[in-house]
T-cell receptor
Framework: EAQVTQNPRYLITVTGKKLTVTCSQN?????MSWYRQDPGLGLRQIYY???????DKGDVPEGYKVSRKEKRNFPLILESPSPNQTSLYFC????????????FGPGTRLTVT | RKEVEQDPGPFNVPEGATVAFNCTYS??????FFWYRQDCRKEPKLLMS???SGNEDGRFTAQLNRASQYISLLIRDSKLSDSATYLC????????FGAGTILRVKS
């Protein structure tokens, strides 16, 4: 089954404790991205990757890191989480950049206390 | 002003009703437009793309008005299963998502 998977789905952590949210897709997509969704604000892009070893900042990259060592995986790293990073996070992939359908993972609900 | 604006709703309609949502965008050079559907606490999924000539998919019709910089989504004969949040998405060289319009269809 073609899909995007994310783990964990739910996470409660404390300020400053490094965490990683994994994202994997099995559709051989080139383009992957991370979004956060907050009430009233819509999805905002954190980072994106056009292909392996190519990553770039989105609209709200502060406090986040990513890597793209393999085509299928695109982990999101929070080196020192803070309460303002409490949000719903979605990983997405698409065939390549352009007018192609975005496939989203199921989401990760993160709470930082 | 937000780059993509939607009426947050909620729109509460009875089954069988026709309902329409509008979405306005700020960048007149925007090239492509989409509607995504998001069920509560779940991931967004593509509902339909919006073409210049307008397009229809069953009970759903999407239209684009470039002069006034808005797109619309019309749902006819609403079903309970149409209850969701509808996200307007505009390609401005990057994908910009609206905050969504909540639709609740009641029996």
């Amino acid at each position: 089954e073609a899909q995007v998977t994310q783990n964990p789905r739910y996470l409660i952590t404390v300020t400053g404790k490094k965490l990683t949210v994994t994202c994997s897709q099995n559709m051989n997509h080139e383009y992957m991205s991370w979004y956060r969704q907050d009430p009233g604000l819509g999805l905002r892009q954190i980072y994106y990757s056009m292909n392996v070893e190519v990553t770039d900042k989105g609209d709200v990259p502060e406090g986040y890191k990513v890597s793209r060592k393999e085509k299928r995986n695109f982990p999101l790293i929070l080196e020192s989480p803070s309460p303002n990073q409490t949000s719903l996070y979605f990983c997405a992939s698409t065939l390549k950049w352009g007018d192609y359908e975005q496939y989203f993972g199921p989401g990760t609900r993160l709470t930082v206390t | 002003r937000k780059e993509v604006e939607q009426d947050p709703g909620p729109f509460n309609v009875p089954e069988g009703a026709t309902v329409a949502f509008n979405c306005t965008y700020s960048n007149s050079a925007s090239q492509s437009f989409f509607w995504y559907r998001q069920d509560c606490r779940k991931e967004p999924k593509l509902l339909m793309s919006v073409y210049s000539s307008g397009n229809e998919d069953g009970r759903f019709t999407a239209q684009l008005n470039r002069a006034s910089q808005y797109i619309s989504l019309l749902i006819r004969d609403s079903k309970l299963s149409d209850s969701a949040t509808y996200l307007c998405v505009v390609n401005m060289g990057k994908l910009v998502f609206g905050a969504g319009t909540i639709l609740r269809v009641k029996s």
